[in-house]
C-alpha cells in the first residue's frame, strides 16, 4: 500500500506560479512513474504531466512551456512547478503514484491516488 497526499494549492492571480508537492510513502520496491491530473469543474479528469522512473517527462499540450513536473526519489516527493497561471488552470489538481512491486518473485504495478490540491487561478 502506498499512501500518497497533495499540498501546495491555492488562490493566484493570472500570471502568478504555484508549486504543487506530491509526497508519498509504503511498501514498494519502485516508482515506475509519477503524474499530475486536473479536474475542472463539470470536466473529466484529465492528465496534465508525468514523469516515468528513467525521470523522462511528458507534459499536455497546456501545460508545455509552463509547468515542470520533478521528483526525488530519495525523499519520497515530487513536484508540479507551475509558473504563468491562467484561468483555465483551474481545477482540483491529483498526484497518481505507479508503484512497482515485487513479492514472491512477482512483479505488478499498482496505482495509487492522493486526496487532491485545489487550484485556483483568478483573471
Known amino acids: 500500500q502506498v499512501h500518497v497526499v497533495e499540498s501546495g494549492g491555492g488562490l493566484v492571480q493570472t500570471g502568478g506560479s504555484l508549486r504543487l508537492s506530491c509526497a508519498y510513502d509504503?511498501?514498494?520496491?519502485?516508482?515506475?512513474?509519477m503524474a499530475w491530473y486536473r479536474q475542472a469543474p463539470g470536466k473529466e479528469r484529465e492528465l496534465v504531466a508525468m514523469i516515468s522512473g528513467d525521470y523522462r517527462t511528458t507534459y499536455s499540450d497546456s501545460a508545455k512551456g509552463r509547468f515542470t513536473i520533478s521528483r526525488n526519489n530519495a525523499e519520497k516527493v515530487g513536484f508540479l512547478q507551475m509558473d504563468s497561471l491562467i484561468p483555465e488552470d483551474t481545477g482540483l489538481y491529483f498526484c497518481?503514484?505507479?508503484?512497482?512491486?515485487?513479492?514472491?518473485?512477482?512483479?505488478?504495478?499498482?496505482?495509487?491516488w492522493g486526496q487532491g490540491t485545489q487550484v485556483t487561478v483568478s483573471s
Open positions: 497518481r503514484i505507479e508503484a512497482m512491486v515485487v513479492n514472491l518473485g512477482r512483479t505488478s504495478f499498482p496505482e495509487y
Open positions: 509504503g511498501t514498494f520496491s519502485g516508482i515506475k512513474s
